[in-house]
């Protein structure tokens, strides 16, 4: 009997993986054909570009512009482009690497395909006495599926620091140190938001100096994301002579501000409603960023009890780092690799075929919607 048992639950995972990457695969089968009529059919809302254009140019535009120009040109500190090193080098290094200098994006872009792939079949591991059997019910399926997916299958750093964020999760809870330290650095090197990072084992932490007794698996895997953002904040002072240069550069090229934790989205909430009011339709940013963030607090308070507390806190210090700076634009995409949030959908609509399915159109439709604005330079997160 048990060897029954087993066999079914092996089945029933096989089928999970195997239906994650057929989605995976339609996915992306429809990403590029839309970036292919985008590029042949679409004329970019943008001066001296090109026209027509390759896929691989719709899905580089905006911030996978400045990643193409790092990965060639490396960083410059010379008039604007110094405003370059508010993109982190990973992604750029290691396109450069795999690509060349003539397939930089493109091999990018291909990459962050494939580490999207390795992070929709990872994230389930991460819920492993759940074993959903419908394909709605999996985080990966609402990995794909989210209206801002696309992020993680275009010239983004996106899909890196999710795939690197899990791995250092999972490395952690099988006690590899090495690999936990590896992912938790390179996580660093990917993103500034890594800084949140050691919010995961903060729990951990605190029952350890309860204790008197911490372990060096819990410290070492807490200080390497920390280390990873250290490392490429030393580099830039290095190269400008500056050690406060990044926090200089965000604001005298991004006009970027820390403010109190979610004053911006507050002052957003005000003034949403006066602008429909008053007649104005609010631009298609707003409506994103809007949804993104009381989404998520209204699946917290839904399931904040169903969730790892270590997850728990890594997404309330993650939510606080990225409500606490201003202008208020892009924390849509800031939120879309906070990966409990899937593990709160899949749990949602577990069991609910109804819901799922309808939320899944609903997501499909905003994903192309926002996809066609990204490609053609005319909207970015």
């Known amino acids: 009997m048990t060897n029954l048992v087993n066999y079914e639950v092996t089945r029933a995972e096989w089928r999970s993986t195997r239906d994650l990457v057929v989605t995976w695969l339609i996915v992306h089968i429809a990403i590029w054909a839309f970036a292919c009529a985008i590029g042949i059919y679409s004329t970019p809302d943008r001066k001296g570009l090109s026209f027509p254009r390759s896929p691989v140019e719709a899905l580089s535009t905006w911030d996978g512009s400045h990643y193409l120009t790092i990965s060639r040109d490396g960083y410059s500190t010379e008039g604007a482009a110094l405003r370059e090193f508010n993109f982190f080098p990973l992604?750029?290094?290691i396109s450069r690497f795999l690509g060349?200098?003539?397939?930089?994006?493109?091999?990018?872009?291909?990459?962050?395909?494939?580490?999207?792939?390795?992070?929709?079949?990872?994230?389930?591991?991460?819920d492993r006495d759940r074993r959903p059997t419908e394909i709605s019910g999996q985080p990966g399926f609402w990995i794909l599926v989210t209206p801002l997916g696309f992020f993680f299958s275009v010239y983004y750093s996106e899909s890196l620091f999710l795939l690197f964020s899990l791995i250092l999760v999972i490395a952690?809870?099988?006690?590899?140190l090495v690999w936990g330290c590896l992912a938790g650095v390179l996580a660093g090197l990917t993103r500034p938001t890594a800084v949140c990072l050691p919010a995961l084992f903060l729990p951990?932490?605190?029952?350890?100096?309860k204790r008197g007794k911490l372990s060096i698996n819990t410290?070492?895997?807490?200080?390497?994301?920390?280390?990873?953002?250290g490392l490429y904040m030393a580099y830039i002072g290095w190269r400008t002579?500056?050690?406060?240069?990044?926090?200089?550069?965000?604001?005298?090229?991004?006009?970027?501000?820390?403010?109190?934790?979610?004053?911006?989205?507050?002052?957003?909430?005000?003034?949403?409603?006066?602008?429909?009011?008053?007649?104005?339709?609010?631009?298609?940013?707003?409506?994103?960023?809007?949804?993104?963030?009381?989404?998520?607090?209204?699946?917290v308070a839904w399931g904040?009890?169903?969730?790892?507390?270590?997850f728990l806190t890594y997404l309330t210090a993650a939510m606080l780092f990225i409500h606490s700076k201003e202008p208020h634009m892009s924390t849509a995409r800031y939120e879309l690799v906070?990966?409990?949030?899937?593990?709160?959908?899949?749990?949602?609509?577990?069991?609910?075929?109804?819901?799922?399915?309808t939320l899944a159109s609903l997501c499909i439709a905003a994903q192309i919607f926002y996809f066609y604005r990204y490609a053609t330079w005319l909207w970015v997160a």
């Not at 952690?172 to 590899?176: C, E, K």
């Not at 410290?219 to 953002?229: E, N, Q, R, T």
């Open 219 to 229: 410290v070492a895997c807490s200080a390497a994301p920390l280390a990873g953002v």
């Open 172 to 176: 952690y809870r099988h006690n590899r």
């Open 204 to 209: 951990d932490l605190i029952g350890g100096l």
């Open 91 to 93: 992604l750029p290094a």
């Open 241 to 299: 002579g500056d050690p406060l240069s990044y926090v200089h550069m965000e604001e005298v090229w991004w006009g970027n501000a820390w403010t109190l934790p979610f004053q911006p989205l507050l002052a957003d909430l005000r003034r949403f409603p006066i602008e429909l009011t008053g007649g104005h339709l609010p631009p298609a940013d707003q409506w994103v960023r809007l949804a993104s963030s009381v989404c998520i607090m209204a699946l």
């Open 304 to 310: 904040w009890r169903k969730i790892d507390p270590a």
């Open 338 to 357: 906070l990966f409990p949030v899937f593990l709160l959908i899949g749990r949602l609509t577990t069991g609910r075929p109804k819901l799922a399915w």
């Open 100 to 126: 060349g200098a003539e397939h930089t994006a493109l091999a990018g872009i291909v990459l962050n395909q494939f580490c999207i792939l390795a992070a929709i079949l990872l994230i389930g591991r991460l």
